[in-house]
């Protein structure tokens, strides 16, 4: 039996394939938390720093750009070590660590990672959401005010909805970025798909048969993740794509019925 044949029969080896499957559901767990509390603290930001222009309120467009700044221009994987010294930790119950099938140890030093990855990814998403704001014309707020709404009523049932529609492809694209980041979290964790399988090819031995480690192991196991990864951010992009055909059809009759 040569090299390749003992790596490809250790993917085949079920528990092989469930654990690495659960790092995978952890990696699109991670990204999702990340990325629904970035577009929730990345949109805060924006508007702090686009619209808190008069008085007291200055010193939080200053704190907000001072924010998206730093993280924006700083490595992430700076923060997670960052994150894994200094951000405080938590006693996660018994019951919980069970749940997820990790030690305490191992829920505290993954949630420090997460919480570095989520203040990263708000500043980036921050700057995408600004740019929104900022491509929406005067006009709007015009009409807005001219309408009775004032300016928190302006932004919430005008300008961010239709920021939001306008940034759907620079936002897909942080989305995927962020499922590929949370790969940084294999240098302090081996939860998610990327420490999984670093584990794997140290241990691999064990399920091909060969005394020592070989470089088709390593191939075969990345490549898997690669599969993996791809899969993921695949699937987002078409179910993003499917969700605005129906939009884009509408506006293709809309221009035809006009002219």
């Known amino acids: 039996m040569d090299a390749l044949t003992g790596s490809l029969k250790m993917i085949t080896n079920g528990s092989v394939l469930v654990y690495i499957l659960k790092g995978l559901g952890f990696t699109i767990g991670i990204a999702f938390f990340a990325v629904v509390l970035g577009i929730i603290i990345g949109t805060i930001l924006a508007l702090v720093r686009n619209y808190c222009n008069k008085g007291a309120a200055k010193i939080f467009k200053y704190i907000s750009i001072a924010y998206i700044e730093i993280f924006r221009n700083t490595p992430l994987m700076l923060w997670i070590f960052i994150g894994l010294v200094f951000f405080p930790s938590i006693e996660f119950p018994t019951e919980f660590t069970k749940l997820f099938e990790l030690s305490r140890t191992e829920?505290?030093?993954?949630?420090?990672?997460?919480?570095?990855?989520?203040?990263?990814?708000?500043?980036?998403?921050?700057?995408?959401?600004?740019?929104?704001?900022?491509?929406?014309?005067?006009?709007?707020?015009?009409?807005?005010?001219?309408?009775?709404?004032?300016?928190?009523q302006t932004?919430?049932?005008?300008?961010?909805?239709?920021?939001?529609?306008?940034?759907?492809?620079?936002?897909?694209?942080?989305?995927?970025?962020?499922?590929?980041?949370?790969?940084?979290?294999?240098?302090?964790?081996?939860?998610?798909?990327?420490?999984?399988?670093?584990?794997?090819?140290?241990?691999?031995?064990?399920?091909?048969?060969?005394?020592?480690?070989?470089?088709?192991?390593?191939?075969?196991?990345?490549?898997?993740?690669?599969?993996?990864?791809?899969?993921?951010?695949?699937?987002?992009?078409?179910?993003?794509?499917?969700?605005?055909?129906?939009?884009?059809?509408?506006?293709?009759?809309?221009?035809?019925?006009?002219?």
Not at 107 to 119: G, Q, R
Not at 125 to 142: D, Y
Not at 143 to 152: D, I
Not at 202 to 223: A, E, H, K, M
């Open 107 to 152: 829920m505290a030093v993954l949630f420090k990672a997460i919480i570095a990855l989520v203040l990263f990814t708000s500043s980036v998403i921050a700057e995408i959401v600004r740019g929104g704001l900022n491509s929406i014309s005067k006009g709007r707020f015009e009409a807005a005010y001219s309408q009775g709404f004032n300016l928190p």
């Open 155 to 259: 932004l919430l049932f005008i300008i961010i909805p239709q920021t939001f529609k306008n940034i759907v492809p620079t936002l897909l694209s942080q989305v995927i970025t962020t499922v590929k980041d949370t790969s940084y979290i294999a240098n302090i964790a081996v939860a998610e798909l990327m420490g999984r399988t670093f584990q794997l090819i140290q241990i691999s031995p064990r399920y091909t048969g060969f005394s020592t480690q070989n470089v088709s192991d390593v191939f075969v196991l990345c490549g898997l993740a690669c599969v993996m990864y791809f899969a993921v951010n695949f699937t987002i992009s078409l179910v993003v794509r499917h969700m605005q055909k129906p939009k884009r059809i509408k506006a293709a009759a809309k221009i035809e019925e006009l002219q």
